[in-house]
């Protein structure tokens, strides 16, 4: 492309056909009678020339070059990947949206190789995030209003299968164990809150068990549930801070490795995660078996997703683990503004 500053003087339908605008130009009211971007035909040229000016900024497009509409189209189709749609353009960008309920993925590595590239703009909501179908997960757009044909080409490379994804949500048989120690209006409460979790998912939950304390006791109601077609298992009321809890011996007698013990984040940090051969087993921090958003409500939706979750992507949560009431978007919604007030 070719920048021209073109005077009136000069000016004829035929030179300024075909060129693109850089600027707005407005009438003798002061209203914008083309707008930057525009791609002048001869009729929006003969427009141009009855319109008060003396000099206007335009581009001459030259064999090759995109227009940044074309341009943002093909970029933001290279960018979604399975679970992403490309949806509306509007103010120069293009929307990709979820076309499913589901985790968001973006690969972040990728994302950056392709935004390396001069002129091109794709930007995300966090990774990580649950999203529901429609939801904007990322824009993209050409920065220019004119880019070469060849730098698209190469971030269509770049980007590969996509660098921003909506992994399903699998439905899974879910069984939890809670002390037997509960209130029967404990119960009633953790029972409701726990089903709507695993409803918004699309998943199942078994009867909630309820452990006498001893770790025999544990294992006997954790047993039965993964007999019961368990794909993860949720073990609340623990006393985390106390190896001799019964609900760890229980873990011992039924072989778990544990894989991590506490977390960094709050609140919640003293979620745990143990793998009873190729089931996790979660264990619920005292916060959140009333709470929609703690370090429960991070990890559970990346185990409905088939991610494999261990030491280190629980230790990964550091990074962001102070959950302030800003934080809210990163939860699910599990009921209209559930998370919003309820972090400390």
């Not at 509007?90 to 690969?107: I, K, P, Y």
């Not at 623990?238 to 019964?246: F, M």
């Amino acid at each position: 492309m070719k920048a021209i500053a073109q005077r009136r003087a000069e000016a004829t339908v035929d030179l300024l056909a075909g060129r693109v605008l850089c600027h707005d130009v407005r009438d003798a009211a002061g209203k914008v009678a083309l707008g930057k971007g525009a791609i002048l035909d001869a009729a929006g040229a003969r427009t141009l020339l009855g319109l008060p000016w003396d000099e206007v900024h335009v581009l001459a497009v030259e064999p090759g070059d995109l227009h940044e509409e074309d341009a943002g189209r093909r970029l933001a189709s290279a960018a979604a990947g399975d679970g992403v749609e490309v949806k509306g353009y509007t103010g120069g960008q293009w929307t990709l949206t979820a076309t499913r309920r589901g985790l968001l993925r973006v690969d972040v590595p990728r994302l950056a190789e392709v935004n390396a590239h001069g002129g091109i703009a794709v930007f995300t909501v966090f990774d990580g995030q649950p999203v529901e179908r429609g939801e904007t997960v990322a824009k993209a757009k050409v920065t220019p209003l004119v880019i070469a044909g060849d730098t698209v080409r190469s971030v269509e490379k770049a980007a590969g299968a996509g660098a921003v994804t909506v992994a399903p949500f699998r439905p899974t048989v879910v069984g939890a164990v809670a002390r037997e120690s509960l209130e029967p209006r404990q119960r009633a409460r953790f029972e409701a809150a726990l089903k709507q979790k695993i409803d918004w998912f699309g998943s199942s939950l078994l009867e909630i068990r309820f452990a006498r304390a001893s770790a025999r006791g544990v294992a006997d109601e954790l047993r039965p549930l993964r007999d019961g077609g368990a794909g993860v298992l949720i073990v609340a009321g623990a006393s985390a801070l106390d190896p001799l809890d019964p609900v760890f011996g229980g873990l011992t007698l039924l072989g778990t490795r544990m894989e991590r013990h506490g977390t960094p984040a709050h609140p919640g940090s003293l979620l745990w995660l143990a793998r009873w051969d190729d089931v996790p087993v979660l264990g619920m921090p005292t916060c959140g078996m009333f709470s929609q958003a703690t370090t429960f409500d991070l990890v559970l939706p990346r185990l409905l997703a088939g991610e494999r979750v261990g030491n280190r992507e629980i230790a990964g949560l550091g990074h962001g683990g102070l959950l302030s009431r800003e934080m809210a978007y990163r939860f699910p919604p599990y009921r209209a503004d559930a998370a919003r007030g309820e972090l400390e």
